[in-house]
């Protein structure tokens, strides 16, 4: 079972997506904050991290930068969950080291096959590397 962390400061939307992805059978670990996220992120080891960009202490770009500085995290996947559509945005996030951006709102099933996608992407460059 993949293990997503998901970072969001908004505890009905956290909720929504938690209650999503449980339902599509993943485990799911919650931050409340960018720099939490980073901490749960290196103790937890989760197949994938799906990060609000505007949150408190810390902004999602700002904790996907030292993820990705971290060689214990470098490699975890981080999916960025905006409702801040802008081009600059989404460059942004893709240069911080996202590997991609889902814009907010979005429909449960959609969020489901997209998850599926970039962890089977993901497993698939793992076993070439």
């Known amino acids: 079972m993949s293990r997503i962390l998901v970072a969001e400061d908004e505890k009905d939307i956290r909720e929504l997506i938690a209650f999503t992805l449980r339902f599509a059978g993943f485990d799911v670990i919650l931050a409340t904050n960018g720099a939490e ?3 749960v992120a290196a103790a ?3 197949d994938l991290i799906l990060m609000d960009v505007r949150m408190p202490k810390m902004s999602g770009y ?3 930068r030292r ?3 971290n060689p214990q995290t470098a490699l975890l996947p981080v999916v960025f969950l905006s409702a801040k559509g802008q081009d ?4 942004q996030g893709l240069e911080s080291g996202a590997e991609e951006y889902i814009l907010k709102p979005f429909a449960p099933d959609e969020l489901i096959q997209q998850v599926r996608d970039i962890l089977n ?3 698939q460059r793992a076993t070439k590397g």
């Open 44 to 46: 937890e080891k989760p």
């Open 62 to 64: 700002e904790a996907c």
């Open 37 to 39: 996220a980073i901490e």
């Open 88 to 91: 600059s945005e989404i460059q």
């Open 121 to 123: 992407r993901h497993a």
């Open 67 to 69: 993820l990705k500085e």
